[in-house]
C-alpha cells in the first residue's frame, strides 16, 4: 500500500450518541456510588425533545432516573426545544426492570453480559498514541465545545461533528 487516506470523526458532548452514552453513564455511575455491587444494563435513545431510557439494573441503590436524565441535558446546555431539547420540558420515557436471572447466571461465574467489537489502535503519530486524524478531530471537537460555552460564538449548539483527513 503506497499511499492511503485516513479520516476521523469526532462530535461534541451534544452529539445525541454522546449524550445518551452519557445519560447511561450517569446512571450507572449512582448506581455503583451507592452500591458497589450494582448491576446496571441501561441504554438510552434521544429524539425530538424526548428522551427513552431503557434496560435492568440489579442495586440496592436508590436513584431518581428522570433527575439525572435532566441534570446531564441541562449540563450540556440543551435549553430549548425548539432547537432540539429542553432539560426543562422534554418528555423523558423510562423502562428499567431489574437483571434477567439468565443475564445474572452467566456473569456470576465470571462471563460478562455483552460483548462488543472495538476496533483501534496505537501508534506514534501522536503523543497519546493516537492517529493524527483522530487527534485533530477531537482537538477540533474540544475546541467548539469551549467556545460554545463561553458564548464566542452565541450561534453554537451543543451536537457538532468534525471530520479530519490525514493523507499519506
Do not use: W
Not at 450507572?28 to 434521544?46: G, H, M, Y
Not at 460478562?112 to 506514534?124: K, R, S, T, V
Amino acid at each position: 500500500m503506497k499511499n492511503y487516506l485516513f479520516t476521523s470523526e469526532s462530535v461534541t458532548e451534544g452529539h445525541p450518541d454522546k449524550l445518551c452514552d452519557y445519560i447511561s453513564d450517569s446512571i450507572l455511575d449512582e448506581c455503583l456510588k451507592q452500591d458497589s455491587n450494582s448491576r446496571v444494563a441501561v441504554e438510552t435513545f434521544a429524539s425530538k425533545n424526548k428522551i427513552t431510557i431503557a434496560g435492568q439494573i440489579t442495586t440496592l441503590a436508590i436513584i431518581d432516573v428522570e433527575k439525572i436524565t435532566r441534570n446531564v441535558i441541562k449540563e450540556i446546555g440543551y435549553d430549548d426545544e425548539n432547537q432540539d431539547i429542553d432539560y426543562r420540558s422534554c418528555m423523558i420515557d423510562i423502562n428499567i426492570s431489574k437483571q434477567s436471572p439468565d443475564i445474572a447466571i452467566g456473569v456470576d461465574i465470571g462471563g460478562a453480559g455483552d460483548q462488543g467489537i472495538i476496533f483501534g489502535y496505537a501508534c506514534d503519530e501522536t503523543k497519546n498514541y493516537m492517529p493524527l486524524a483522530t487527534e485533530l478531530a477531537h482537538n477540533l471537537s474540544r475546541k467548539l465545545t469551549e467556545v460554545r460555552k463561553e458564548k464566542i460564538l452565541d450561534y453554537l449548539r451543543p451536537d457538532r461533528k468534525d471530520t479530519s483527513n490525514c493523507g499519506i
